[in-house]
C-alpha cells in the first residue's frame, strides 16, 4: 500500500467508477436518485463494501492457507 495519494489511487478510481455507475444505471432501473450528495452517499457505501469484501476474501484465503500449513504439518509427524 502506498502513502502518495493521487489521482490513480486504486480506491478514489473505485469510488468515481460507483459515482458514474450509480448516475449511468439509477435511471434505467427506475431509482429515483437526485442530487450529488446523494448519489456521493451511495458511492461511498458501495466503495466501503467493496474495500471490505475484497478485505474478507483475503482473510478467507489467510485462513485456507493456515489449515493447508496445519494439515501438512500434521502428515509430516
Known amino acids: 500500500m502506498s502513502s502518495v495519494i493521487d489521482k490513480n489511487d486504486k480506491i478514489w478510481k473505485i469510488f468515481l467508477n460507483y459515482v458514474k455507475l450509480i448516475g449511468d444505471e439509477a435511471s434505467s432501473s ?5 442530487g450529488t450528495e446523494q448519489r456521493t452517499n451511495i458511492a461511498v457505501s458501495l466503495t ?3 474495500m471490505l469484501e475484497h478485505i474478507s476474501c483475503e482473510i478467507k484465503d489467510l485462513r485456507n492457507q493456515q489449515e493447508r500449513i496445519a494439515r501438512n504439518k500434521k502428515l509430516r509427524t
Open 48 to 50: 466501503q463494501s467493496h
Open 30 to 34: 427506475g431509482m429515483d436518485i437526485y
